[in-house]
């Protein structure tokens, strides 16, 4: 598999998601020092502790996504190891996260982090977790309509390939949730979900199981490389 990303995009947000908290938590510290310290300026202590607030919850939610060995930009290329050079695997170079360029199609790949026990039923995704809520307050994504993010993220792409691609030229695009959390327990009915979701480890098995068929001609393939500059820079994930 061939892999290209955008090591600036992450690099950058990496950075935030590692120092913010500490920022956030020395802003908090600061306010407690001048409320005993300097009483009078309680209104300005008050927005100090908004912003150190703020700040922690920023550093929380760009970590989820940014930091640690689950953070999308480890798991997914460590999940898609053995694919062969047929795939290409696109992150943070369109105008979604994460898209997998296979020889049928686009598989738009939509990133959630969240361990647990994941369920969906009556239309509703649930999580149970240890400390869920204080996870939440602390700036952990909640599922909330797991799918319909997913869905907007493959819409935005396909408006992308609108703009790029040939008038009337279009490729197969479909859209896939993926947790990239080890301990994450899907109870999911695929029958009944309106989006596929699987765990990150399952992830190549689920592709080889249900490729997009059939291969696209050679002229849309060469029009969506050159749309996603697929050739430019990419380097092969083993």
């Known amino acids: 598999m061939r892999l290209i990303s955008n090591e600036k995009h992450i690099s950058s947000r990496k950075k935030i998601g590692e120092r913010a908290p500490f920022v956030g938590l020395v802003l908090l510290a600061v306010s407690t020092v001048l409320v005993f310290l300097k009483p009078e300026w309680l209104w300005g202590t008050m927005a100090l502790v908004w912003v150190g607030f703020m700040v922690s919850l920023a550093g929380s939610y760009l970590g989820d996504r940014y930091v640690g060995p689950n953070a999308g930009h480890r798991r997914i290329p460590e999940s898609l190891k053995g694919l062969d050079g047929s795939y290409t695997l696109l992150m943070y170079k369109t105008s979604v996260p994460f898209v997998l ?138």
């Open 101 to 238: 360029a296979e020889p049928g199609g686009l598989t738009v790949l939509s990133v959630k982090s969240q361990g647990g026990t994941i369920t969906y039923a009556d239309g509703k995704w649930r999580q149970r977790q240890k400390l869920g809520l204080l996870r939440r307050f602390a700036g952990q994504e909640s599922l909330g309509r797991a799918h319909k993010g997913a869905e907007i993220e493959q819409s935005i792409l396909l408006d992308q390939l609108r703009k790029l691609l040939p008038d009337g030229m279009t490729v197969p695009v479909r859209t896939l949730l993926v947790f990239t959390h080890p301990d994450v327990v899907l109870q999911v009915d695929e029958d009944s979900v309106p989006v596929p979701a699987v765990r990150a480890s399952e992830l190549k098995r689920w592709l080889r199981r249900t490729p997009l068929r059939p291969q696209l001609p050679e002229a849309v393939q060469q029009a969506l490389r050159t749309a996603l500059r697929l050739d430019e820079g990419s380097t092969t994930v083993d």
